[in-house]
């Protein structure tokens, strides 16, 4: 765990959590596990906010528990899960662009609220979509549970583990933790529940349709109320699955941009290859080096509705991406037409690679990356072959060695020839470790996030009392409206905030929206070099 990982965690728990629960969770991350009390004594915070900050950490999956020989329970924080934060914009929008606004509501609230029944989900996310309808239209409950269906069919949502109900009933004092277990069959079974009604608006007065005031609405005790259908059974988003999907997306794009380039009317490798990964995505693990084998004649009956070509032109299209030296798709058997698979581990690679040779030449110019891409395809080059291959002046040819070796992105290895390393009996040869330099980034890009929020932190705190400012003076004017003010009222409430202030407040709104989409696209490489790395590591 490095520091700008640990730096991040702390940013990211402070900003969704607090500070309370940023201390315990930082204090987490740094020691390893530990039992309740040794946190409490260490943090220097009292025991009833430490097991409140560890019940949001482990109700948003970013603790986990385990129950030792002695019986002592002890807390270890998932740094990597806290990380996944910074992409719970991307995991709701891709659901929005998958299942509309309400597969986007579901996720919001069940990334929101960490677990969920299914029944309180629809409930929530129904009574929001009424909010946003027109008067007198509202948004019945199957209409949103149709939609939970189709988001846990295609595994975007799972159950979370639950405790095992034992029917003999042991006297023994029961364990100081519960143990939590899930079957994988049941992991996607949506409950069979018969939930009818619509959504609700959220009244603006204090009285309800009667008139009657809230202060003297009788209570209703805890026995009145139904029993909730589905107690018991939580979800939560599964953001593998999300992964997977972005993995498959970036696999696409990649294809569209090799294969595609030249034949501007059609997508026609790229659609094959998202044919197949389509096929694929429920059956093949998210871990997998290989998609399942799919034959060509699968892969044709599979091709959208509409899309015009013929079984030739796609057995040709496929020897196409299985000839290609990139090997994104390789051949595996002939029969069915033949048998095809995506190489993930290959495809990720590639990936990581050409997201390398983008940054050198961000970084050192065109000249650096020729050299970086050279030294990638002959593996290994001493520095006079570099200078010949690459046809750049020694001079320049040796600063720009350096220079990249000096951060890392190429590396030196040497090949005595006598066993006293003399350098006259040397053999100095360049190489590109892409594990090695992927980590490099990976930390870069970690410390780069870092800095945009506490950059954007620091923007909306300069301007923190124009931003309420702001805030009322629109409060002001919604309640005009609501009330039918005539427009001179509303434009004399509107000048309240000054010429000059209204440019500050555009400026701020800019350079947040900057900072906020430059977290997203650096987040975007981060997934790419961790996914490598992942697979890569798998593989040793």
């Given at each position: 765990?490095?520091?700008a990982e640990?730096?991040l965690?702390?940013?990211?728990?402070?900003?969704?959590?607090?500070?309370?629960?940023?201390?315990?969770?930082v204090h987490?991350?740094?020691?390893?596990?530990q039992?309740?009390?040794?946190?409490?004594?260490?943090?220097?915070?009292?025991?009833?906010?430490?097991?409140?900050?560890?019940c949001?950490?482990?109700?948003?999956?970013l603790?986990?528990?385990?129950?030792?020989?002695?019986?002592?329970?002890?807390?270890?924080?998932?740094c990597?899960?806290?990380l996944r934060?910074?992409?719970?914009?991307?995991?709701?929008?891709?659901a929005?662009?998958?299942?509309?606004?309400?597969?986007?509501?579901?996720?919001?609230?069940?990334?929101?609220?960490?677990?969920?029944?299914?029944?309180?989900?629809?409930?929530?996310?129904?009574d929001?979509?009424t909010e946003?309808m027109?008067?007198?239209?509202?948004?019945?409950?199957s209409?949103?549970?149709?939609t939970?269906?189709?988001?846990?069919?295609?595994?975007?949502?799972?159950?979370?583990?639950?405790?095992?109900?034992?029917?003999?009933?042991?006297?023994?004092?029961p364990?100081?933790?519960p143990?939590?277990?899930?079957?994988?069959k049941?992991?996607?079974?949506?409950?069979?529940l018969?939930?009818?009604?619509?959504?609700?608006?959220?009244?603006?007065?204090?009285e309800?349709?009667?008139?009657?005031?809230k202060?003297?609405?009788?209570?209703?005790?805890?026995?009145?109320?139904?029993?909730?259908?589905?107690?018991?059974?939580?979800?939560?988003?599964?953001?593998?699955?999300?992964?997977?999907?972005?993995?498959?997306?970036?696999?696409?794009?990649?294809?569209?941009?090799?294969?595609?380039q030249?034949?501007?009317?059609?997508q026609?490798s790229?659609?094959?290859?998202?044919?197949?990964?389509?096929?694929?995505?429920?059956t093949?693990?998210?871990?997998?080096?290989?998609?399942?084998?799919?034959?060509?004649?699968?892969?044709?009956?599979?091709?959208?509705?509409?899309?015009?070509?013929?079984?030739?032109?796609?057995?040709?299209?496929l020897?196409?991406?299985?000839?290609?030296?990139?090997?994104?798709?390789?051949?595996s058997?002939?029969?069915?037409?033949?048998?095809?698979?995506?190489n993930?581990?290959?495809?990720?690679?590639?990936?990581?690679?050409?997201?390398?040779?983008?940054?050198?030449?961000?970084?050192f110019?065109?000249?650096?990356?020729r050299?970086?891409?050279?030294?990638?395809?002959?593996k290994h080059?001493?520095?006079?072959?570099?200078?010949d291959?690459a046809?750049?002046?020694?001079?320049?040819?040796k600063?720009?060695?350096?220079k990249?070796?000096?951060e890392?992105?190429?590396s030196?290895?040497?090949?005595?020839?006598?066993?006293?390393?003399?350098p006259?009996?040397?053999?100095?040869?360049?190489?590109?470790?892409?594990?090695?330099a992927?980590?490099?980034?990976?930390?870069?890009?970690?410390?780069?996030?870092?800095?945009?929020i506490?950059?954007?932190q620091?923007?909306?705190?300069e301007n923190?009392r124009?931003?309420?400012?702001?805030?009322?003076?629109?409060?002001?004017?919604?309640s005009?409206q609501?009330?039918g003010?005539?427009?001179?009222?509303?434009?004399?409430?509107?000048?309240?905030?000054?010429?000059p202030?209204?440019?500050?407040?555009?400026?701020?709104?800019?350079?947040?929206?900057?900072?906020?989409?430059?977290?997203?696209?650096?987040?975007?490489?981060?997934f790419?070099?961790e996914?490598y790395?992942?697979?890569?590591?798998?593989?040793?």
């Open positions: 765990m490095t520091q640990i730096k965690c702390s940013l990211l728990l402070q900003e969704h959590f607090g500070e309370i629960v940023e201390k315990i969770g987490l991350i740094r020691t390893g596990s039992p309740l009390r040794v946190i409490a004594h260490d943090t220097g915070t009292s025991l009833d906010q430490v097991k409140k900050a560890l949001v950490l482990i109700q948003h999956n603790v986990i528990y385990q129950v030792h020989k002695r019986g002592v329970v002890e807390y270890e924080a998932q990597s899960r806290v934060m910074l992409r719970y914009p991307r995991y709701i929008y891709t929005k662009t998958l299942y509309s606004d309400t597969g986007e509501l579901i996720v919001e609230e069940l990334l929101l609220n960490g677990k969920m029944t299914m029944s309180a989900v629809v409930k929530k996310v129904a929001r979509l946003t027109e008067d007198g239209k509202t948004m019945d409950y209409e949103v549970s149709n939970f269906v189709r988001l846990a069919d295609t595994h975007f949502v799972q159950r979370c583990p639950w405790v095992p109900v034992t029917e003999n009933s042991d006297p023994g004092p364990p100081p933790a143990i939590l277990v899930i079957s994988e049941d992991m996607y079974l949506v409950p069979k018969s939930l009818i009604g619509k959504g609700k608006r959220r009244r603006s007065s204090d309800d349709a009667a008139g009657e005031p202060a003297k609405r009788p209570k209703h005790g805890t026995d009145n109320k139904e029993p909730i259908p589905d107690d018991g059974i939580y979800w939560q988003a599964n953001l593998d699955r999300f992964h997977q999907h972005f993995r498959d997306q970036a696999i696409v794009s990649a294809v569209a941009n090799r294969m595609d030249f034949t501007f009317q059609t026609t790229s659609e094959i290859v998202r044919t197949m990964l389509r096929m694929s995505e429920i093949t693990p998210s871990t997998a080096p290989f998609t399942q084998p799919l034959s060509s004649n699968e892969i044709f009956r599979s091709l959208p509705v509409g899309y015009n070509i013929s079984k030739q032109v796609l057995d040709q299209y020897t196409l991406l299985a000839d290609d030296p990139l090997e994104f798709v390789g051949k058997g002939d029969s069915g037409g033949g048998m095809y698979v995506i993930l581990h290959k495809a990720l690679g590639s990936l990581a690679t050409a997201t390398l040779e983008s940054v050198v030449q961000e970084r110019g065109s000249r650096c990356a050299i970086f891409r050279l030294v990638l395809q002959k080059l001493e520095q006079k072959q570099v200078e291959f046809m750049i002046p020694a001079k320049e040819a600063d720009m060695l350096y990249m070796l000096s890392n992105f190429i030196l290895q040497e090949i005595p020839k006598t066993p006293d390393h003399a006259s009996r040397t053999f100095y040869l360049y190489t590109v470790n892409i594990l090695s992927a980590r490099m980034l990976l930390h870069r890009c970690y410390k780069s996030i870092a800095n945009l506490e950059r954007r620091f923007e909306t705190k923190k124009l931003l309420e400012k702001s805030q009322r003076v629109e409060a002001i004017i919604a005009m609501a009330t003010a005539e427009d001179a009222q509303l434009q004399e409430i509107e000048e309240m905030i000054t010429a202030e209204r440019q500050q407040l555009e400026t701020l709104k800019r350079n947040v929206n900057k900072l906020d989409a430059s977290e997203i696209q650096v987040d975007e490489t981060i790419l070099l996914s790395i992942e697979s890569t590591m798998k593989r040793q």
